[in-house]
């Protein structure tokens, strides 16, 4: 279990509505469609609610077919007592691994988004849920788990340090990782596989572009 952290509103970059500024960075967000065999998948949140349930194709078919995420993840509410038997100790990884297919097939717009968040705190303010996220305490600051928070800071850092590394996505090693009964595949970026991190002036440029830049600077 993640420990609990406090943060100050005021210096972090958080997140309750989609809508918003920084609204792009939950898995709630319209605009960041993924593919997985071909399956189109609408939002991140949807895909991560359909990991629960490899062993019940339907089920997944029933969420996956959702547009909005929030239904999404009212249709596997009703199923969640037949998640994965080991879903409490997979749902991080499993998370993580669905961030790292919303930057590979969300480059330019997801991965510009992480990096103006620059170096702060990402924090998702949740009304009741302080462990993905983080409640507003009476004196103003935000308190909880933040584990999706946390997991965006390590994808943002790692986006900084190494964007080659997350061009492809690799499949977990957890067993039955199904989408439809079939195997999950390496999921490679769609099309801006050579796109360059830039982190000074946080922008993700063409190789053509990057090239005019002072390796310093780059
Ligand atoms: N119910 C709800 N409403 C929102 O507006 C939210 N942002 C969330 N949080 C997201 O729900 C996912 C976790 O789902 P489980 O409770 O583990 O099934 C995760 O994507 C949170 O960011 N929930």
Redesign the pocket.
């Known amino acids: 279990m993640a420990e609990m952290r406090t943060y100050q509103r005021a210096q972090a970059v958080v997140f309750?509505k989609t809508n918003e500024r920084f609204g792009g960075l939950?898995?709630?967000a319209p605009g960041y469609p993924l593919e997985i065999n071909g399956t189109r998948i609408h939002t991140?949140?949807a895909l991560?609610?359909a990991s629960r349930f490899p062993h019940l194709p339907d089920v997944q078919h029933l969420i996956i077919r959702q547009i909005s995420p929030?239904t999404a993840?009212m249709r596997?509410k009703p199923f969640?007592k037949d998640s994965r038997p080991d879903w409490e100790r997979v749902?991080v990884p499993i998370?993580k691994w669905c961030l790292r297919v919303k930057l590979a097939q969300n480059w330019e717009n997801f991965g510009q988004l992480l990096l103006e968040t620059d170096t702060l705190p990402i924090v998702?303010d949740?009304r009741?849920?302080e462990?993905?996220?983080a409640k507003a305490s009476e004196d103003g600051t935000l308190h909880g788990n933040n584990v999706?928070g946390r997991l965006l800071m390590e994808l943002r850092e790692k986006l900084k340090r190494d964007p080659s590394t997350l061009f492809e996505v690799q499949p977990l090693p957890v067993d039955d990782f199904l989408l439809f009964g079939l195997t999950i595949p390496p999921i490679a970026a769609l099309a801006r596989k050579h796109l360059i991190v830039q982190p000074q002036a946080k922008k993700i440029l063409p190789p053509a572009q990057a090239s005019f830049l002072d390796s310093d600077h780059r």
């Open positions: 309750r939950s898995n709630m991140a949140e991560y609610q929030m993840k596997s969640r749902r998370m998702e949740s009741k849920d462990y993905w996220g999706l």
